[in-house]
């Protein structure tokens, strides 16, 4: 039972003392955001690797999730006869949901895993041991310009996949449920007009919709690279890393998720709440 | 000494040799490198009140079996490690207490040579040897291209045919020497070997002896070599620690360590 205790009270010693490394690696990643040296040309390549990279994935992910709600919806709104609602149930759930969140968990899958394997792999072969003792700051060079890659290209690869899943959602209104364009895209505007105007002129559906992924491209940035650069033992300790990266940059997204759909709800509340 | 068996003949031999550097061990220079009662403990006790100074110009090779904490002492100079208790100084500073920022600072006199060169992967040769000058220094591109080259061309490579390639296309041997190449790329005052000829075959263990007496010889540098490659330790050192368990067992000449009766010390010289 002592033993049980014991283990329980490392174990919780340990996450805690994970979570802490956690936050002081994103502070001082923040912080080093406008320090110089400024490594603007590793930010670019940054972005090309999270935001270009992705794309593909982005464009396969948005069009079929877009289609596939367009489907099911369709069944369900035609028992009541309002398939003329489907572009105002497409747009809401791409634009506040579907959109950043599986964008995010799919830059999750391809930019946290890599960001953890290339760090971790860097970690091992003592690469940024040399790169400490050249003196140049890892978080500095290595973490800072994915985070700003992250945070700047998830909102763009959102609305990459908002609009590639509204087109799906068409595809379907107009060649499956033979519902005329115009009326599926009035319907898609009618939902972000409906949920309100932040600033008297921005639909506060696209707050929510882009503000979500600036978060997520900061956990995805930071989790690839805190499990990166606490890698240990060789190629097994960069696979463990790797396999971390995503799966806990995936369940932080989620949950993250749920605290901001309530926080954006105190903060910008929709009309009539 | 008849009856000693194994490679001590052979290095008594090596320290015969004319080019072996004399053993400039001048205590009357100042310290540069010293490491007072130093204890670190990992998941068991690594250094256990490790002493270790060294003078200006000097290189002390450090020997000890795998394991023995002989790569944690150059951690600890260039403060990748703390110490659980003692005091690291470096030009007579105290590093232990600097900030991560000032640490930095003190790095950029120290160069690295590292176990298997540590050369970044995704850069050329000449990406990664400029890598410090870019760093820590204010020169142009321009004036970096023909450092490059000469640094290159003191560790005995091909310019012309080296820089542009990438890491992965260098055999070990020459990996080790644009690790040197970067390592000195900025004129340090010190310079810290892990395991300099660890993995290479004879002839490159004999390149990379030859160059690290050209660097005492033409620099001047102050250097730690830590190594298990006794002959190759011997043939560079003014002066071997031996370290066993965390602690330090012997301190002198290689000559006085040839000449010593401990049984510990007899047994690792084979």
Not at chain 1, 123 to 133: K, L, P
Request: glycine share 10%.
């Amino acid at each position: 039972m002592g033993r049980f205790v014991a283990a329980i009270d490392t174990w919780m010693r340990n996450a805690a003392l994970g979570v802490q490394e956690y936050f002081v690696l994103g502070q001082r990643a923040v912080r080093f955001v406008a320090a110089r040296p400024f490594y603007a040309a590793d930010v670019v390549v940054q972005m090309d690797r999270i935001g270009v990279g992705s794309i593909p994935i982005i464009l396969l992910t948005g069009l079929f999730t877009g289609m596939v709600l367009a489907l099911q919806s369709s069944v369900e709104l035609g028992r009541f006869g309002a398939e003329i609602y489907l572009g105002n149930l497409v747009g809401a759930s791409m634009v506040r949901e579907l959109g950043p969140v599986l964008s995010a968990l799919m830059v999750a899958g391809r930019a946290s895993s890599g960001i953890a394997a290339e760090l971790g792999s860097m970690r091992v072969t003592e690469q940024i041991d040399a790169m400490e003792s050249m003196g140049t700051d890892p978080i500095k060079k290595l973490v800072t310009p994915r985070l700003l890659a992250g945070i700047t290209m998830l909102p763009l690869l959102t609305i990459v996949a908002d609009t590639i899943g509204i087109i799906g959602g068409l595809v379907i209104a107009v060649f499956r449920v033979d519902l005329p364009a115009d009326i599926y895209l009035r319907g898609v505007w009618q939902t972000f007009a409906s949920s309100g105007y932040a600033f008297g002129f921005f639909p506060r559906d696209f707050i929510s919709g882009l503000l979500k992924p600036v978060v997520f491209g900061a956990i995805i940035a930071l989790t690839g690279a805190y499990y990166g650069l606490n890698a240990t033992g060789g190629t097994e300790g960069v696979g463990m890393a790797t396999t971390r990266a995503v799966v806990t940059a995936s369940i932080m997204i989620l949950g993250t998720d749920y605290f901001l759909t309530q926080l954006l709800l105190v903060v910008l509340p929709p009309p009539g709440l | 000494m008849s009856a000693v068996r194994g490679p001590l003949p052979e290095i008594r031999r090596e320290l015969e040799e004319p080019n072996r550097p004399t053993p400039r061990g001048d205590c009357s220079k100042p310290v540069v490198i010293e490491l007072d009662d130093v204890w670190l403990s990992f998941d068991r006790p690594v250094l256990r009140g490790v002493n270790l100074v060294v003078h200006e110009g000097e290189t002390v090779v450090v020997l000890g079996e795998s394991g023995s904490g002989k790569s944690t002492i150059l951690k600890l100079i260039m403060r990748l490690l703390v110490p659980d208790r003692g005091r690291v100084c470096v030009f007579g500073r105290d590093i232990v207490g600097l900030d991560f920022e000032d640490a930095l600072e003190i790095r950029k006199h120290i160069g690295m040579v590292f176990q298997y060169a540590a050369l970044f992967d995704s850069l050329t040769v000449y990406e990664n040897v400029a890598y410090p000058l870019r760093e820590n220094t204010d020169l142009s591109e321009e004036a970096i291209y023909p450092v490059v080259r000469e640094r290159l061309e003191f560790v005995n490579l091909d310019p012309d045919r080296v820089m542009s390639q990438l890491p992965g296309e260098l055999s070990g041997g020459m990996r080790k020497r644009v690790g040197i190449a970067r390592a000195i790329a900025t004129n340090p005052d010190i310079i810290l070997y892990d395991e300099p000829t660890a993995g290479l075959d004879p002839l490159a263990v004999d390149a990379i002896v030859d160059l690290t007496r050209k660097l005492q010889r033409e620099l001047g540098v102050t250097s730690i070599v830590v190594t298990h490659d006794i002959r190759a330790g011997f043939r560079v050192a003014d002066r071997v620690d031996l370290l066993r368990e965390g602690r330090i067992v012997f301190e002198g000449t290689p000559e006085q360590m040839i000449a010593a009766d401990d049984p510990y010390i007899r047994a690792f010289l084979g």
